[in-house]
């Protein structure tokens, strides 16, 4: 896993782990992850695609990594896909979900979003609720 | 020099303005847009900005008619289109689209529309309850017709509108 940090950061921040689903970026608070490993396409560990219900992953050719997650329900392994970085995101930049998207929204565990630096909107997930 | 009078340029101002003010009377501000080849109104009040573009952020796992959220200085707003409950054609990349940002209570976003006709204020009266032949679709929507221009304009009820939307409709 990557560090990224952000040109200028700001006080105070989250620290978040990032990686990508398909073309999407999803974020968790870094709390919940104890390690990441990288795996091949079909490594072990759940997929995130099939996890939040995106388009199957079997397109997915790029490199993967397996986070090892302290899932309150046990330890849990996630496939997702990289670049997988740990990255400190100003709280300026988390918004809550806007309330159509929150009522609309078909992905468990949907709980804010980020927009990093390029401008791309990063989906923040609450692990707890997978 | 001129030769109109002081009294001809005020009859003319009024002659101008007959048909939009009448002091006496309540004014509703509205917001008059199209989609397709209808127009449609939102209340003045609850239309907060009309932005002409802005770069639209995709979200995954959201219906179709949800554009995705937009950075409007720092706070995101979600846009949403309309033509799906209002039973019109999708009218996706149409050039030179405005998005209305609308809030209502606790609910907010912003609003694809085409284009934005006009921004006026008219007499309450001229709002007048919708007809009985409005289709069935537009009758828990609709909450006055008035005449614009020769067209007919649907007042719609935006509160009504998020909220069916926030149901799962559209």
């Given at each position: 896993m990557s560090e990224a940090r952000d040109s200028q950061p700001e006080s105070p921040a989250l620290a978040m782990v990032l990686f990508s689903a398909g073309p999407w970026r999803i974020g968790i608070e870094?709390?919940?992850?104890?390690g990441s490993r990288r795996a091949a396409a079909d490594g072990p560990g759940e997929a995130i695609e099939s996890l939040l219900g995106l388009p199957a992953e079997g397109s997915r050719t790029g490199p993967c990594q397996t986070l090892s997650l302290k899932h309150p329900e046990g330890g849990r392994a996630l496939r997702v896909g990289e670049p997988v970085a740990l990255a400190e995101i100003p709280i300026s930049r988390l918004h809550r979900l806007p309330s159509l998207i929150a009522a609309r929204i078909g992905l468990r565990g949907a709980r804010a979003l980020a927009l990093a630096d390029d401008g791309q909107a990063v989906l923040i997930f609450d692990p707890s609720r997978w | 020099m001129s030769e109109l009078t002081l009294d001809q340029v005020l009859t003319q101002s009024r002659e101008a303005h007959k048909d939009t003010v009448n002091a006496d009377e309540p004014t509703v501000k509205l917001v008059v847009f199209a989609l397709g080849d209808e127009w449609f109104a939102f209340y003045g009040h609850h239309i907060r900005e009309v932005l002409a573009s802005a770069d639209v952020y995709f979200i995954p796992g959201c219906p179709p008619s949800l554009e995705g959220v937009i950075n409007v200085r720092g706070d995101i707003e979600s846009v949403i289109r309309l033509n799906d409950m209002l039973h019109l054609p999708d009218s996706a990349g149409r050039s030179g689209s405005n998005i209305l940002l609308g809030r209502v209570e606790a609910m907010a976003s912003g609003i694809r529309v085409d284009r934005v006709i006009d921004v006026l204020e008219v007499p309450q009266s001229k709002v007048q309850a919708p007809p009985a032949n409005l289709p069935d679709h537009l009758r828990p929507l609709v909450l006055g017709i008035l005449s614009l221009q020769g067209r007919p304009v649907a007042v719609l009820d935006l509160d009504r509108i998020f909220s069916d939307y926030a149901r799962g409709l559209g």
């Amino acid at each position: 896993m990557s560090e990224a940090r952000d040109s200028q950061p700001e006080s105070p921040a989250l620290a978040m782990v990032l990686f990508s689903a398909g073309p999407w970026r999803i974020g968790i608070e870094a709390r919940w992850v104890g390690g990441s490993r990288r795996a091949a396409a079909d490594g072990p560990g759940e997929a995130i695609e099939s996890l939040l219900g995106l388009p199957a992953e079997g397109s997915r050719t790029g490199p993967c990594q397996t986070l090892s997650l302290k899932h309150p329900e046990g330890g849990r392994a996630l496939r997702v896909g990289e670049p997988v970085a740990l990255a400190e995101i100003p709280i300026s930049r988390l918004h809550r979900l806007p309330s159509l998207i929150a009522a609309r929204i078909g992905l468990r565990g949907a709980r804010a979003l980020a927009l990093a630096d390029d401008g791309q909107a990063v989906l923040i997930f609450d692990p707890s609720r997978w | 020099m001129s030769e109109l009078t002081l009294d001809q340029v005020l009859t003319q101002s009024r002659e101008a303005h007959k048909d939009t003010v009448n002091a006496d009377e309540p004014t509703v501000k509205l917001v008059v847009f199209a989609l397709g080849d209808e127009w449609f109104a939102f209340y003045g009040h609850h239309i907060r900005e009309v932005l002409a573009s802005a770069d639209v952020y995709f979200i995954p796992g959201c219906p179709p008619s949800l554009e995705g959220v937009i950075n409007v200085r720092g706070d995101i707003e979600s846009v949403i289109r309309l033509n799906d409950m209002l039973h019109l054609p999708d009218s996706a990349g149409r050039s030179g689209s405005n998005i209305l940002l609308g809030r209502v209570e606790a609910m907010a976003s912003g609003i694809r529309v085409d284009r934005v006709i006009d921004v006026l204020e008219v007499p309450q009266s001229k709002v007048q309850a919708p007809p009985a032949n409005l289709p069935d679709h537009l009758r828990p929507l609709v909450l006055g017709i008035l005449s614009l221009q020769g067209r007919p304009v649907a007042v719609l009820d935006l509160d009504r509108i998020f909220s069916d939307y926030a149901r799962g409709l559209g």
